[in-house]
């Protein structure tokens, strides 16, 4: 049951241009969002959140845009560094359920091209 | 930085033998988390621990599977009869809000 999918599994962008990551869900309670980093053999890095009642948060070169209307949203990295080439998870949960559980997509493994 | 840790690292074990995968969440956190992902596949939620109990648990927690504090730092998660499809990097999180810290994984190998 893929609540939260994530359809690139890759990209890659050369350095200095932007990152675009994308990831959809289906559950409508989903209302807290989270972007995880993971380099391999390392475990999920958080990076950035956004709550349904933004649809914007950013974080120095780190945007992320929700889109609740079409279930979307969307990490962007600018400028792309080589030390951002890592696998991109996105993730989410419902705090209407009162659970607390991440449901996390497949993951997007972003190269980023020096 | 307050990290996550976990131990061990790295097991490999015979199918049906019994593991335990320790945790030491941040000290301040409430909450605890088991997650896994076997290689190639998206990351899976089993359980979630709270007020020293159970909080949630997926369908992949079943009988074979349990968590416990045993005191103030540790986190475990128990397999009790380990299967060749348990083999998979499990992670340990901990939360004090809504964003979950995670471990770097503990790596099963069943043989």
């Known amino acids: 049951d893929q609540q939260v999918k994530q359809n690139s599994p890759s990209l890659s962008v050369q350095e200095g241009r932007i990152s675009i990551l994308n990831c959809d869900y289906t559950n409508s309670m989903f209302d807290y969002f989270l972007w995880y980093k993971k380099y391999p053999a390392e475990g999920p890095t958080f990076l950035i959140s956004?709550?349904?009642?933004?649809d914007k948060n950013e974080d120095g070169r780190f945007t992320v845009f929700l889109n609740k209307s079409a279930k979307h949203l969307s990490l962007h990295i600018v400028p792309s560094q080589p030390g951002d080439s890592a696998v991109y998870f996105c993730?989410?949960?419902?705090?209407?359920?009162?659970?607390?559980?991440?449901?996390f997509g497949t993951g997007t493994r972003l190269t980023v091209i020096p | 930085e307050p990290e996550v840790t976990q131990t061990p690292s790295h097991q490999v074990t015979q199918m049906g033998q019994e593991v335990i995968l320790r945790c030491v969440p941040i000290s301040n956190h409430l909450y605890f988390y088991w997650y896994r992902q076997i290689l190639g596949q998206k990351v899976e939620f089993l359980v979630s621990?709270?007020?020293?109990?159970?909080?949630?648990k997926s369908e992949i927690f079943d009988d074979q599977f349990s968590v416990e504090r045993p005191d103030g730092s540790n986190f475990t998660l128990k397999i009790r009869s380990t299967k060749l499809e348990d083999s998979a990097m499990y992670f340990c999180?901990?939360?004090?809000?809504?964003?979950?810290?995670f471990g770097e994984g503990s790596r099963l190998t069943v043989l």
């Open positions: 993730a989410a949960r419902s705090d209407q359920t009162g659970a607390n559980n991440l449901f």
């Open positions: 999180a901990s939360s004090e809000v809504k964003e979950l810290f």
């Open positions: 956004i709550s349904s009642i933004k």
């Open positions: 621990f709270y007020n020293n109990e159970i909080s949630e």
